[in-house]
Nanobody, 123 residues
């Protein structure tokens, strides 16, 4: 079992930055990949970024590539999402997820989820 708790969301103006954190507990953190997803009102949950167990491989949705950076600190059992140059369309609840069973890009592949943190970007 893995427990995940996100933090760091908030209200920011367009062009600003936020850093989300996701603290994990339970199974050994360094043994599994992690992902970030988001869900805007009235929309499906979508993939944002993923990172391998070692942090050596990262993957991003085209919509955030070049603006967001996913990283992890296995000593702190934490994964981060640094979000720069934020846009109003980035407004959503952001979720971290752990240990995908197959595709890293699909939410159905993940069994473990945090409760989400709200990110609101004003124009």
């Amino acid at each position: 079992q893995v427990q995940l708790v996100e933090s760091g969301g908030g209200l920011v103006q367009a062009g600003g930055s936020l850093r989300l954190s996701c603290a994990a507990s339970g199974r050994t953190f360094g043994n599994y990949p992690m992902g970030w997803f988001r869900q805007a009102p009235g929309k499906e949950r979508e993939f944002v970024a993923a990172i391998s167990w070692s942090g050596g491989s990262t993957y991003y949705a085209d919509s955030v590539k070049g603006r967001f950076t996913i990283s992890r600190d296995n000593a702190k059992n934490t994964v981060y999402l640094q979000m720069n140059s934020l846009k109003p369309e980035d407004t959503a609840v952001y979720y971290c997820a752990a240990d995908p069973r197959s595709s890293w890009y699909e939410d159905y592949s993940y069994d473990y989820w945090g409760q989400g943190t709200q990110v609101t970007v004003s124009s």
